[in-house]
C-alpha cells in the first residue's frame, strides 16, 4: 500500500485548501482513513477521521468547524477541506489508513490503530 498524499501549499491566513489522498491499489476505499499532521519540533498528531462509508467522521477539537474530511470510494480518494486556516495549522499532513477493526477515531500516540501512510504534503499558513 503506498498512499499518495497531495494538495498542500503556502497560503494566507483565512484562506483555504483542499488535501487528497489516494492509492492506485485501492487501499483507500477498503478501510476508514485518517488525516494526522506534524509540525516542526511537534510530535504528531491526530486530525481528523472518516469510516469507510463515510458516514461518520471526526475531528479534533483544534480544527472541529473548519475542516471537513470526506471521501470517494469510487475515485479512491479521501478529502481534507481546510478552511479558515491558521498559522497553527503549518505542519505536513499524512493520511492513513486504519487497521480494521481499530479504534481509528480515537486514537492514541504513536498511533497503532493505523498501518499505513503516506508520504505528507506540507501545508504553510503566513499571517
Known amino acids: 500500500v503506498q498512499l499518495q498524499a497531495s494538495g498542500g501549499g503556502l497560503v494566507q491566513a483565512g484562506t483555504s485548501l483542499r488535501l487528497s489522498c489516494t492509492d492506485s491499489?485501492?487501499?483507500?476505499?477498503?478501510?476508514?482513513m485518517g488525516w494526522f499532521r506534524q509540525a516542526p519540533g511537534k510530535e504528531r498528531e491526530f486530525v481528523s477521521a472518516?469510516?469507510?462509508?463515510?458516514?461518520?467522521?471526526y475531528y479534533s477539537d483544534s480544527v472541529k468547524g473548519r475542516f471537513t474530511i470526506s471521501r470517494d470510494n469510487d475515485k479512491n480518494t479521501v478529502y481534507l477541506q481546510m478552511n479558515t486556516l491558521r498559522p497553527e495549522d503549518s505542519a505536513v499532513y499524512y493520511c492513513?489508513?486504519?487497521?480494521?477493526?481499530?479504534?481509528?477515531?480515537?486514537?492514541?500516540?504513536?498511533?497503532?490503530?493505523?498501518?499505513?501512510w503516506g508520504q505528507g504534503t506540507l501545508v504553510t499558513v503566513s499571517s
Open positions: 492513513a489508513q486504519a487497521k480494521e477493526g481499530s479504534r481509528y477515531y480515537n486514537p492514541i500516540w504513536p498511533f497503532p490503530e493505523y498501518e499505513y
Open positions: 472518516i469510516s469507510w462509508s463515510g458516514g461518520s467522521t
Open positions: 491499489a485501492r487501499a483507500v476505499s477498503r478501510n476508514a
